[in-house]
């Protein structure tokens, strides 16, 4: 009787089957496993595993705190006076004259508060914002323009040293620049000229002195 034997290519095609079946049947059982094992687990932390997400409790408590805030003045310095308050047109006719500068022959209406002193002082950022832009003015010096938050604009002219860049984060209190001479007429030797905005309208910088910021709602 003759002896059957099996063609050359039969049992490395057995080999190679059988071989791929552990490698499936393993690779299964190990996915399982770790899926298993991160549902069982108190301790996985799901939120991270996508995106964490913030509360709205959170995000109310930011903008609870950002309302609390009250708007400094562009100074520190008690030898700071008041060269020129705010023109306007409904007070009398004697603070509207005292609101009034005078350049080459020329009164015009003030647009901010003009402040003097006999000693350079430094200009504080009034409220948390963004340098928007710095320029050179002919006659009102070097100035600064920041976008605070609350869509507040404050504008610092008649600088000295400016100490920040055009894009700038600052924060409430900083020091952007020193005080600077003018060709305004000033009875003292260092001036900040500053002008404040609400939503692109020019306001009075004394209406918002120390207030809340939620009180400009």
């Known amino acids: 009787m003759k002896k059957r034997k099996l063609k050359r290519y039969v049992l490395p095609t057995i080999y190679l089957v059988v071989l791929g079946l552990m490698v499936v049947s393993i690779t299964l059982l190990s996915q399982s496993l770790l899926e298993g094992e991160v549902l069982k687990d108190e ?4 939120s991270n595993s ?3 997400e913030t509360s709205d409790e959170t995000v109310n408590n930011e903008v609870n705190e950002l309302s609390e805030i009250k708007i400094s003045k562009p100074f520190n310095n008690e030898k700071v006076s008041v060269a020129k308050n705010y023109y306007n047109k409904d007070e009398s006719a004697e ?7 005078y350049y ?3 009164y015009m209406p003030n647009t901010g508060i003009l402040y003097e002193s006999d000693e350079k002082f430094d200009v504080l950022v009034i409220l948390d914002g963004t340098v928007k832009e710095i320029k050179d003015d002919e006659i009102l010096g070097k100035v600064v323009t920041i976008e605070n938050s609350n869509n507040i604009t404050s504008v610092y002219y008649t600088l000295g040293e400016v100490k920040v860049n055009e894009g700038d984060k600052v924060t409430q209190n900083q020091v952007i620049a020193t005080s600077g001479t003018s060709k305004l007429e000033i009875s003292k030797a260092e001036s900040l000229l500053f002008e404040t905005y609400i939503n692109g309208n020019l306001v009075n910088p004394n209406e918002l002195f120390d207030k809340n910021v939620s009180e400009l709602n």
């Open 95 to 101: 603070n509207q004259e005292n609101a009034l500068i």
């Open 43 to 46: 301790n996985y932390n799901y």
């Open 104 to 106: 080459e022959n020329t």
């Open 50 to 52: 996508v995106f964490e």
